[in-house]
T-cell receptor, first 111, second 117 residues
Framework: EAGVAQSPRYKIIEKRQSVAFWCNPI?????LYWYQQILGQGPKLLIQ????????DSQLPKDRFSAERLKGVDSTLKIQPAKLEDSAVYLC?????????FGPGTRLTVT | AQSVTQLDSQVPVFEEAPVELRCNYS??????LFWYVQYPNQGLQLLLK??????LVKGINGFEAEFNKSQTSFHLRKPSVHISDTAEYFC???????????????FGRGTSLIVHP
């Protein structure tokens, strides 16, 4: 079975620019997660979707981050405008039950 | 709310030696526990999980972990490591009573396992 797909794998932007990340979960997985992983730390949940509804976005900086999951399948995470502290790996994961399956991540560098 | 503490940020070890990566958690409810491995430039991969039943859990790549409720620990062990085990290891905990849609694990900061030849 195909895994969780993410693109792009790497992105370098200047501060105040905008960026978008895309995630395609494993087919049939209703739950989709976006995590931010700063170097040397564990993943921090940004937002969780169940189908196309938001379950938890309490740690999403809503003044600059947004995410959507139209049609309950793939998802997009956007940052606008980016700050230096947004430099991190953005991981997407999907699950059917308790086990999460992670994509390879997008490494964002903000200069 | 749960929290996870991984006591060692880095564990150096020689090839073929045993290793233990420590994980402690705090929670006011019953928990599910997980260990994930992350190789460079890759996403996280599940090594093993404890949901219920036997407290000794065996996972992939020869790893095992033991759930100790009284000590709120879930330490990861391997009797003989290989160079290829060099990676970042994350312990995670979630609420066992959550339904599938609201299952949200909390991750530790990670332990970097460095295997030397």
């Amino acid at each position: 079975e195909a895994g969780v797909a993410q693109s792009p794998r790497y992105k370098i932007i200047e501060k105040r620019q905008s960026v978008a990340f895309w995630c395609n979960p494993i087919s049939g997985h209703a739950t989709l997660y976006w995590y931010q992983q700063i170097l040397g730390q564990g993943p921090k949940l940004l937002i969780q979707f169940q189908n196309n509804g938001v379950v938890d976005d309490s740690q999403l900086p809503k003044d600059r981050f947004s995410a959507e999951r139209l049609k309950g399948v793939d998802s997009t995470l956007k940052i606008q405008p980016a700050k230096l502290e947004d430099s991190a790996v953005y991981l997407c994961a999907s699950s059917f039950s308790y086990e999460q399956y992670f994509g390879p991540g997008t490494r964002l560098t903000v200069t | 709310a749960q929290s996870v503490t991984q006591l060692d940020s880095q564990v150096p070890v020689f090839e073929e030696a045993p290793v233990e990566l420590r994980c402690n958690y705090s929670s006011s409810v019953s928990v599910y526990l997980f260990w994930y491995v992350q190789y460079p430039n890759q996403g996280l991969q599940l090594l093993l999980k404890y949901l219920s039943g036997s407290t000794l859990v065996k996972g992939i790549n020869g790893f095992e972990a033991e759930f100790n409720k009284s000590q709120t620990s879930f330490h990861l062990r391997k009797p003989s490591v290989h160079i290829s085990d060099t990676a970042e290891y994350f312990c995670a905990v979630s609420d066992a009573g959550a339904s599938g849609g609201s299952y949200i694990p909390t991750f530790g900061r990670g332990t970097s396992l460095i295997v030397h030849p």
